[in-house]
């Protein structure tokens, strides 16, 4: 039994208003691609409703594909109308945005199409247009070097004008050597300051609300520590499969795609300790601290404190789907793990023994990514029911989506004349408190790449103090003997191994994923 405790809604809250943006050029590689069909256009969409546009700030796509201007303007009015009537033909909104799409068609690997690139910025500069330039690769991982050796040999990250930056989409390389490289390569062209890699896991607004709720409250931040948390979760689930990106997971797979950047961000924001300020080197040095105090595993470790799984067919929100290896474009005899779930320990001071269990999985019973702090149970059981009893420990979990928001459990006194304490629940939803639409985290990330806030981005450092905890993950698996795949059925919450990564711990466990629990004896 649970109870819900709510304090007294506030007045409807309205977002700050948006701070406009520097003037620039956004040069988008990949313009005709998924990313910025579903991302990228609805996010620059989305500025241009909220204001926060300026005047002389345009968009160059760049492809393969021949496509006229109004070609392309016509490709991109459909993702545009992911906001309220946005993209209609009469909308003015979206005219006034159409007239800032232009497209360059050009092969990103070829070196003469930066010269053609070069010049037509140069005209456009010359006929009124910024000499600001955000260049924003939206292309598979494999094309970003050509894209970056391009830009440099033809001038355009040396800007006399005024100012060059690059975005770079995960993965940023797949491994420790990898990265390194990809490092090198960008480094050598731009300056760390003027690259943005992104993971819009950083941009969502629950993200960054788990700083002001760790740093802004006196009432946490003593508890957040070794001596009164147990043990921490961190999941990322999908409800999906791979969709049309199956040659994209066939290279990557969960481990490389979600936990090297999206889960071990939200680790990192749990178990940072406060910065100095709110800027962008003092965030990401104290995130940088947290990679470098998780020691890497021995074969033996990965073998104990990992789990991997790859779903086979199932039902989904009462739909039956297929398996991983029955999805178009993949093998079928796929050895790629599509579930990643890893026990962590962050060896300092604050977190010492205290283990982060870290989870991911497509085609999981539902969408869900939510941190949860389990607290310890008070030392002596004043109130339990009986002799050998405890009482309910606390947690705290953070909501990143859906249902955005913070819950607290705690126990207090059920009514009647028995000391019977039962657990309850004090909520903050997002929505409630601020009815207005949250901000788009690409819109957010976008946004903040034309200020040249790095805060929310990541750092050469931290990419590879990263892949220092990935690589061996990744090179014991490959030595590993492999799992009988498929090992869990679409729409459940996983192999049931994963349930068995915490069978030493005393009452540690996931949360539950599916719609409709499994049989308990499946779960160690």
């Known amino acids: 039994m649970s109870v819900t405790v709510r ?16 003037e620039c050029t956004v040069i988008v590689f990949g313009a005709t691609g998924d990313l910025t069909r579903r991302k990228l256009m609805p996010a620059l969409y989305s500025l241009q409703c909220f204001g926060a546009l300026s005047s002389r700030c345009e968009v160059i796509g760049t492809g393969r594909t021949p496509l006229s201007e109004e070609e392309f303007r016509d490709r991109m009015r459909a993702p545009a109308g992911a906001a309220p009537d946005g993209g209609a033909a009469g909308d ?19 070196a003469d199409f930066y010269p053609r690139l070069a010049a037509e910025l140069e005209a456009r500069r010359q006929a009124g247009g910024s000499p600001n330039h ?29 100012w060059s ?54 009432l946490f ?53 406060p910065p100095a300020a709110f800027d962008a080197d003092s965030v990401r040095d104290q995130k940088v601290q947290v990679l470098r105090a998780i020691q890497p595993m021995t074969v033996e470790e ?21 398996g991983y290896r029955e999805e178009h474009g993949v093998s079928k005899s796929s050895l790629v793990e599509t579930f990643a779930a ?115 981005f990541t750092r050469r450092d931290e990419v590879e103090a990263a892949w220092r905890i990935i690589t061996p993950i990744g090179e014991a698996w490959a030595r590993l003997p492999p799992p009988s795949f498929p090992n869990y059925a679409a729409g459940s919450d996983g192999p049931a191994e994963a349930w068995r990564l915490m069978r030493d711990r005393d009452h540690h466990a996931w949360c539950t994923i599916e719609s409709k629990p499994r049989a308990e004896s499946l779960r160690p």
């Open 342 to 456: 890893i026990e962590l320990h962050v060896d300092n001071w604050r977190w010492s023994g205290v283990p982060f269990y870290v989870r991911t999985g497509k085609r999981l019973g539902r969408k869900m990514t939510e941190i949860r702090v389990h607290f310890r149970r008070p030392p002596q059981a004043l109130f339990a029911a009986g002799p050998g009893g405890r009482a309910e420990a606390n947690l705290v979990a953070l909501r990143i989506q859906p249902r955005e928001g913070i819950t607290i459990t705690f126990v207090a006194k059920q009514p009647g004349s028995a000391m019977r304490p039962l657990p309850v629940e004090a909520e903050f939803a997002y929505a409630k408190s601020f009815p207005a639409e949250l901000p788009d985290a690409y819109a957010t990330l976008l946004l903040d790449a034309m200020h040249g806030d790095g805060t929310l």
């Open 302 to 322: 990965v073998a104990r404190r990992t789990v991997r799984g790859q779903y086979g067919p199932g039902t989904v929100g009462g739909t039956p789907v297929p």
């Open 92 to 110: 003015p909104q979206w005219r006034t945005f159409a007239q800032r799409l232009h497209f360059l068609v050009g092969d990103p690997s070829d």
């Open 134 to 162: 955000l260049f924003y690769v939206a292309t598979p991982a494999s094309l970003a070097r050509p894209i970056i050796e391009g830009l440099g040999a033809a001038g355009l990250s040396r800007n006399r004008r005024g």
């Open 221 to 273: 931040e003593p508890v957040w520590n070794r001596n009164y948390v147990e043990y921490v979760e961190i999941t990322a689930a999908e409800d999906l499969g791979v969709e049309h990106r199956a040659t994209f997971y066939e290279e990557t797979g969960a481990l490389r795609d979600v936990v090297a950047n999206h889960l071990l961000q939200l680790l990192t924001l749990t178990a940072m300790e």
């Open 7 to 22: 304090a007294e809604t506030p007045e409807p809250t309205e977002h700050e208003p948006t701070p406009p943006a520097e």
């Open 165 to 218: 930056r690059i975005v770079l989409e995960k993965p940023f390389g797949r491994d420790l050597q990898s990265a390194r490289e990809l490092n090198r390569v960008v480094n050598d062209v731009f300056p760390e300051e003027a690259v943005f890699r992104i993971d819009h896991y950083l941009g969502k607004e629950t993200v960054q609300n788990l700083l002001v709720f760790r740093f802004g409250n006196s």
